[in-house]
């Protein structure tokens, strides 16, 4: 048996859907770079010019893959005009290949950036087939490009470009959850546009902190900025079948922060919820 | 010329969709286990919910796939509160890791189900990462973990878990088709939502049997329960070419079963047509 | 380190979507053929039936693939009927496994064609299971599987089939952009349905030779055949960004042709408009 050597793996995520060429412009650029490079699609669904998105998703699933692994996430509304278009190295081994436009929020906190370097255009730009003069697509003539010259081993993280302060790295605020006493409070970090499950920013542990069990009922108010929008009384459990179907459901996500849902049915539809830190929670007994 | 060790593929369907970050959750834990398993795509779109339909679509596609094949399926509106989760081996020496909640319906009459085993959590669930404490994303925590293992060579059919009787396997009842002289009634089985074609259970063997010919306007009706939905003469022919752009046609499908389409358009969506046990078909001549 | 032998990639593209088992059934034939063949889904949401669209993106996108990628397009409203089966060889040494059908047109302005052969049902079909019967899905039958043959090495090119001339190929006539002295004309020629932006086929260069720059208002007119659909002074700049949120501009797109977007919306949407020869487009000072 003979081993083939292990190359780091791409991971993509965007917002171009599939509906148009630019995905299949991307994939073709990484394996005319190196043959041999694995190409997984994480999504091409990230809503639209949405960085905070991008954000949350790339810190949902990345510690779920191997360490080496290169994640390229072009969510780029300002693709073209002045942001940097980068490679950040994460304290735990993984490359993330981006514009830093918010993008790096929440890695930012939570697996922590070691690095972070601003691609050089003049030596890791895609170059020929009239690709010069073109200053919209990004995601195929330097990111993709870019990561796959990484990912095959062609260039170091030292040759992606000049590094920069990862305090410079750019953010988006995010409120923090809050416990007092018996009262948790938080916001709808994301939510699924699929199921329509809403996740809060709360952990677990402050429920627990706050004594609420699987099984209780607790008061539940959202507000869109200060407007009551939802408040009732809602079954804490560990799954959505606990609920009868088209009853809400208040439960512990997979990333073990809180969040609401309708058993077979969606929550964020039905009451108009959107995420934010303009969409407050607030839970008691 | 080296080849490498071939290891089974693995292919999901979901109906997860590409929206979140859960089948980028589930792809990464699968590379963790072994950074050379292959992973297919056969769809994160199956309706939600609809184990029925995932049924369907497994015994669709399913023989066209190398035998050793693995299938993940997971379409699991009961994750979390009491239902196996399984690994069902077909006599035709596929795998099968699914909720056994009426997905294996199809493939239990077709392909045969040699053995099921139910999966043990205590050694074939992902460990760490926070994830022991959630109950609401067995895709990633126990589906994709358990298969890549089993894919891999990790571990053994017989060590997914204890093996249950194939008889105790959950499936949805599906009526039968019948033939009575120049008579055939049957259900619709499956729409496709994207052509709108309606496939229906009758084989193309009914239809030589009754007389039936390319070229003959055939009588249709349709019934939900008892209420008719549709009655018309439809041209009985091979593809849909064959019928005016507009004109719906009656046809054998790529199953060998009966199907209804509209030429260049969607006959689900013209007539308002649905599937299952409630959506009657009846052909004459 | 043993690299192992490169096969050819297997590039596809259709308008089946995900939603039913009809992409999971041609990829099980393709590793049926050979377990080592890699499968990229380049789009499987090409606009129904619509063999232009088929045509544009694969012109696309083709060239940045390694040479040699063998590309399956099944945009296929004729299937079963009367049209040819086909592999098409490019100059530039692709292979394109496609019903000719207009699927074609640009790649043989472009990339050019040097032979072209229809593929021979007789050996080159897949047999057995049942497949023989049906007249419906040559995706499965005959594209997906002849081109696993041939990217496999299993067929030569000159196995296929028959050799028929590359001025038989049918083509779609597309409109010729124009220039006289300040004025530019030309056609939309696609649209992207995800973020609205569209494109004509006029390219960046008559644009300069015309006199007009970056940071120019042009004067814009749009004619859905003889009617103006929109008259304005739009801002011809770089990228999207450069216009203010909400406003239209004008730009080179990816292509080195002119594009026409609004900035973080969809031009196509906010005015209604579509592509084909009867959108036709004037750009003057």
Redesign the interface.
Known sequence: ??????KS?L?F?T???????????M???V??VD??LE???????IP??DTWSAS??LN???????KG?VFVSVVD?????HRRASVALTKSGYYIVTPDNGSLTHISKTEKISAIREIDEKVNRLKG???E?????HG??LFAYCAAKLASGKITFEEVGPEYPVKAIVTHPISKPEISGKKVKGIFE?K????GNVWTNIP?SMFTEAGFKYGDYLQVKIFNNDKLIFSEKVLFH?????AEKGEPII??????NIGLAVS?GSFSSRYNIDYGNNWNVEVTK
């Open positions: 048996m003979t081993e083939t050597v292990k793996i991971v995520q917002d171009f859907t599939f509906k148009e060429g630019a995905v299949a412009s994939y073709g650029v394996k005319s043959h041999n190409i997984i699609t994480a999504t091409h669904e639209q010019f949350f998703r949902q699933y990345m510690k779920f893959w191997p692994t509304p300002g693709v073209g005009t087939m009239g690709t003069r073109t200053s919209i697509f195929r003539d994301i699924d546009p699929n199921f677990l560990k799954s959505f079948g606990f439960y512990n996500n997979e990333q073990m077979m």
